[in-house]
Nanobody
Framework: QVQLVESGGGLVQAGGSLRLSCAAS????????MGWFRQAPGKEREFVSDISWNGGRTDYSESVKGRFTISRDNAKNTVYLQMNSLKPEDTAVYYC????????????????WGQGTQVTVSS
């Protein structure tokens, strides 16, 4: 069974930075696009960013564009989300996800999900 484990969340002041990591196992990681999503209390889960299998293409939601950067290290089976200039409205549980098939981008359906990591931004 595919496993995705997020880490790096925490409490940070507005304007600060965090880097989230998502380690994948039991997945041919280098051939899979990966995505980051978030869910704030009382809200639906929303797309944050994604990256193609070789890192050559990325996409961001308008709300994080210019502040967040997605990257991946295929040798470490890990995808990252560098979050700068954090705002209180970025407070959410952040999830990484993988699609059901490889060499598939842009992704429209994700099959595998991590357990999430909490990010809290204080004002």
């Amino acid at each position: 069974q595919v496993q995705l484990v997020e880490s790096g969340g925490g409490l940070v002041q507005a304007g600060g930075s965090l880097r989230l990591s998502c380690a994948a196992s039991r997945l041919s990681f280098s051939s899979y696009a990966m995505g980051w999503f978030r869910q704030a209390p009382g809200k639906e889960r929303e797309f944050v960013s994604d990256i193609s299998w070789n890192g050559g293409r990325t996409d961001y939601s308008e709300s994080v564009k210019g502040r967040f950067t997605i990257s991946r290290d295929n040798a470490k089976n890990t995808v990252y989300l560098q979050m700068n200039s954090l705002k209180p409205e970025d407070t959410a549980v952040y999830y990484c996800a993988a699609p059901s098939r490889n060499y598939y981008y842009p992704v429209t359906v994700y099959k595998y999900w991590g357990q999430g990591t909490q990010v809290t931004v204080s004002s």
